[in-house]
């Protein structure tokens, strides 16, 4: 960790300070920490941290369970929350680490939100502030308008809970490991020693999903993955254990209200 890094480090983990603290990063300024650390393991921040990926994709993992990050979508980790963090291509972006002293008024728990011009435009503006300097009555208000967008803005379901019966469990790692397993409900269940309705009843009382439900929430996590990595539609759609292209696209066009390829279109930054 070079001596700005490890300032920065040191900045974003203490309650002192700013009570918001913006940052930018594009794919040159990525680029500088190799290709060998796109994997952060297990940690969490003092403070609370929203951040919007423009390019590549984040997975994010905490210990209830799992949730994508793609391109024009932000993420919120609440304060103390402990995840792990991979990222899947070229990344830029921008975010926010929000000291938890304040009341923000955002969620407990992990989630992906929409994201708007006017949040892009703030954070813009935020991230030329000096990080280790209060907010004057300017700033604050620039943080409260922000604040309020985050509240306000569509989530959106790109979450995976995971079962927390051991058995359960089991079936869920197997559909993660091996997405193109297209068995049955009933033949999961066979294999993994219970009765279907067992596995359904208990699958939606600890995820609040279908198994069917969760099995293409899985395999969307992965087929986004895949796509952002830059891997063809076709080849995506086979590894995923569809039909047909067609199906696969048709599945994310519901999911994502346009087809893959839109979806991963380049999107102006704050750049």
Known sequence: MT??????????????GPALIAYCIDREAASEYGEDTHT?????????????????????????????????????????ELHT???????????????PDIDHGLPERPCVIGVSELM????????????DEQLDVEQERVMSVLLDEMRRAPHES?????????????IAQAV????????????????????????SRVFRAETAMSFAQWRQQARLSRGLEQLAEGVPVATVADALGYVSVSAFVAMFR?????????????RPSLA
């Open 3 to 16: 001596a700005s890094h490890q300032k920065t480090h040191e900045l974003i983990e203490q309650v002192g």
């Open 40 to 80: 952060y393991d297990w940690h969490r921040h003092l403070r609370g941290q929203f951040f919007c990926v423009e390019s590549g994709l984040v997975h994010v993992h905490t210990e209830h369970g799992s949730w994508m990050l793609p391109p024009h979508r932000a993420g919120w980790m609440p304060p103390g």
């Open 85 to 99: 963090i991979s990222i899947s291509g070229p990344m830029s972006g921008w975010g926010v680490f929000i000291t």
């Open 120 to 131: 892009r435009a703030l954070v813009r503006r935020a991230s030329s502030w000096t990080w």
């Open 158 to 170: 790109l979450y995976l809970p995971m079962p927390n019966d051991r058995r359960l469990l089991r």
């Open 176 to 199: 993660l490991a091996h997405p193109h397993d297209n068995r049955s409900l009933e033949e999961w269940a066979t294999w993994a020693g219970l009765s279907a309705r067992s596995v």
């Open 254 to 266: 519901r999911n994502f209200g346009q087809p893959p390829a839109r979806y991963f279109a380049h």
